[in-house]
Structures are given as C-alpha cells and as structure tokens.
T-cell receptor
C-alpha cells in the first residue's frame, strides 16, 4: 500500500532561517507529488506540485521542492522563512496508475516561525 | 478566484443520527473527493467521484457512507448512522483534468463534525 512519511512533526525556526521539510513516499510506480499548506483557520492550499519534467519545482511564496526518484523523496525548501509562513504543511502523493486522483497524505508538519 | 465551498462549517449530531455534509465544487471541475481528518491524525481519503459514480473508495467508506451529486452544483456526503469515531473534519475537493491527465485538487474549508 502507498504511504507518505514526513520526518518532522513540529519545527520551530526564527525568521530568516532556512527551511527544509522532509517527505518520503513508498510506491514503486509513477507518482504526482504535492505540497499543501494550511494556514491557521484556513483551508488546504496548494503550494507546489510535481507531475513530470524538471525535478526541481518552484511554488508560491518562495517555496521549492526537489523530487529525487532514487530516494522516493520530495523535500520542501525555503531559503528564508517569514513569520507569515507559520502553518501546517502536508506532503501528498497520487499514483498515476490509479486514474482517480486519490491523494495519500503525510501526517503533516507544523511550522512555527518566531519573529 | 473560484473556490470550493462547504456547509455547514460545524455540525453537532447525536450518535445514530444521519448527517449530510454539503459541498459546492468549482463549476467546471469533473472530479470530486471527500477526505477526513480526525483530530491529530492524517488527512485520509474517503472517496472519489467522476461521471456520476464512485471511482474509488477507501476501507473507511463503508455502507454507512454515501455520496451524491443531486444537481449540477452540489456534491454531498451522507453518513447514515453516525458513530462517535466519525467525529472529524471532513474536506471536499474537486479537480479538473489537465492536458496531461494529471490532477490538482482544490480543497474546501471543511466541515467539523462532532458526534456526541
């Protein structure tokens, strides 16, 4: 069965620090990969996605993620975080072969940025 | 920007009662989904719906659950006889098919269901 693992449950950073959130998945076939963000009191929003092509993808608000197929990883990065990045971050995977769009989510990482 | 909406935002119900959670997906989308998140746990897939039928469902989605698209705009999740363990945040999502056949899902704000 497919699964997604996010290494960090709770991350605390100071403003301007660099961020890397780990995400690994288990599935042998072709996948689409996503990072979603949920700001306090708001709904899940797409940060970035990888379908194919360049494994380094750029999303909104200065976030980027790199797909490393050999490591089954899709880590999220941002060079300099801001207080407004405080949120919960979810990695999600869709198996292309399923043809239904079903997303499997990681358990989420809570990011707290101190001003 | 178009968005997915859900009503109600919070529903409290007694165990054994039926509840209907409502969603209005983005108007030109073709695929519809329900997910749930029990407090402190992962977001879990429940069901996907396309062309007026269920395309995939999870083990959670047993006979107590059903989905319907009663008209051109609404997408509902019904729980026939609620249990305490159904208490969760329920998210609706929709997506359209891109040229590559890949999916980007847009989520609603969620309905918090509390079963007492």
């Amino acid at each position: 069965a497919q699964s997604v693992s996010q290494h960090n449950h709770h991350v605390i950073l100071s403003e301007a620090a660099s961020l890397e959130l780990g995400c690994n998945y288990s599935y042998g076939g072709t996948v689409n990969l996503f990072w979603y963000v949920q700001y306090p009191g708001q709904h899940l929003q797409l940060l970035l996605k990888y379908f194919s092509g360049d494994p380094l993808v750029k999303g909104i608000k200065g976030f980027e993620a790199e797909f490393i197929k050999s490591k089954f990883s899709f880590n999220l990065r941002k060079p300099s975080v801001q207080w407004s990045d405080t949120a919960e971050y979810f990695c999600a995977v869709n198996a292309v072969s399923s043809n239904t769009g079903k997303l499997i989510f990681g358990q989420g990482t809570t990011l707290q940025v101190k001003p | 920007e178009p968005e997915v909406t859900q009503t109600p935002s919070h529903q409290v119900t007694q165990m054994g009662q039926e509840v209907i959670l409502r969603c209005v997906p983005i108007s030109n989308h073709l695929y519809f989904y329900w997910y749930r998140q029990i407090l402190g746990q992962k977001v879990e897939f429940l069901v996907s719906f396309y062309n007026n039928e269920i395309s995939e469902k999870s083990e959670i989605f047993d006979d107590q659950f059903s989905v319907e698209r009663p008209d051109g705009s609404n997408f509902t999740l019904k729980i026939r006889s609620t249990k305490l363990e159904d208490s969760a945040m329920y998210f609706c999502a929709s997506s359209g098919e891109t040229g590559t056949g890949s999916y980007e899902q847009y989520f609603g704000p969620g309905t918090r269901l509390t079963v007492t």
